[in-house]
Nanobody, 129 residues
Framework: QVQLVESGGGLVQAGGSLGLSCAAS????????MGWFRQAPGKERQIVAV????????YYADSVKGRFTISRDNAKNAVYLQMNSLDPEDTAVYYC??????????????????????WGQGTQVTVSS
């Protein structure tokens, strides 16, 4: 079993930055694609970014491209999301998720929430205008 714990959320003004972290425990996720999702009140959960096990393939949703950066440190069993130029539209609960697929090489294979087996509890990000 894998446990995922997100941290780093909070309240920030528009134009500001936040860095989210996701720490995995229970077993290594170094062989697995990882994703960040978000869910705003009254809206469906949506993909934000995906990174494959090696970091060789990365996907960003159009809404965050050029502002957010996903990265991972397999030695630390962790994945990160750096968010810059935040907008009130980015307000949501952000979730970290891990797939069960090992050594998948294409981030585009992991855009659907159903591809992920393990989820964190989420961290709130609120961007004020």
């Amino acid at each position: 079993q894998v446990q995922l714990v997100e941290s780093g959320g909070g309240l920030v003004q528009a134009g500001g930055s936040l860095g989210l972290s996701c720490a995995a425990s229970g077993r290594t996720v170094s062989r697995n694609a990882m994703g960040w999702f978000r869910q705003a009140p009254g809206k469906e959960r949506q993909i934000v970014a995906v990174i494959t096990w090696s970091g060789g393939s990365i996907y960003y949703a159009d809404s965050v491209k050029g502002r957010f950066t996903i990265s991972r440190d397999n030695a630390k069993n962790a994945v990160y999301l750096q968010m810059n130029s935040l907008d009130p539209e980015d307000t949501a609960v952000y979730y970290c998720a891990a797939t069960q697929d090992a050594y998948g090489s294409r981030s585009y294979n992991y855009l659907e929430s159903g591809r992920y087996h393990y989820w964190g509890q989420g961290t709130q990000v609120t961007v004020s205008s």
